[in-house]
Nanobody, 123 residues
Framework: QIELVESGGGLVQAGGSLRLSCAAAGRIFSSVAIGWFRQAPGKEREIVCGINRRGGLYYSESAKGRFAISRDNAEQTVYLQMNSLKPEDTAVYYC?????????????????WGKGTQVTVGS
């Protein structure tokens, strides 16, 4: 069992930055992969980026060059630094844990989810 809590969302103007946090409690955090997903109204949940148990990274095309994911195993926290935000980045952002330790780009592969944090980017 692992519990995830996202924080750091909010309202920001286009071109601004936000740093999201995903705090974990429960099983050995260092053994899981963490993915950040987002879901905009009327759209399917999509992966933004992920970090596996060895620190390997994955970014979606929309995140490359603008977003950066990192993890602090001692703090059991994963961070998502988002820069150069655009209105199309507006969504609820979720972190999810994959207990095999690998990154997958489909939400169905993830075992545990946080409740999400709203990110709104004004134009």
């Amino acid at each position: 069992q692992i519990e995830l809590v996202e924080s750091g969302g909010g309202l920001v103007q286009a071109g601004g930055s936000l740093r999201l946090s995903c705090a974990a409690a429960g099983r050995i955090f260092s053994s899981v992969a963490i993915g950040w997903f987002r879901q905009a109204p009327g759209k399917e949940r999509e992966i933004v980026c992920g970090i596996n148990r060895r620190g390997g990274l994955y970014y979606s095309e929309s995140a490359k060059g603008r977003f950066a994911i990192s993890r602090d195993n001692a703090e059991q926290t994963v961070y998502l630094q988002m820069n150069s935000l655009k209105p199309e980045d507006t969504a609820v952002y979720y972190c999810a844990a994959e207990t095999d330790g690998a990154i997958y780009d489909t939400a169905q592969r993830y075992d545990y989810w946080g409740k999400g944090t709203q990110v709104t980017v004004g134009s």
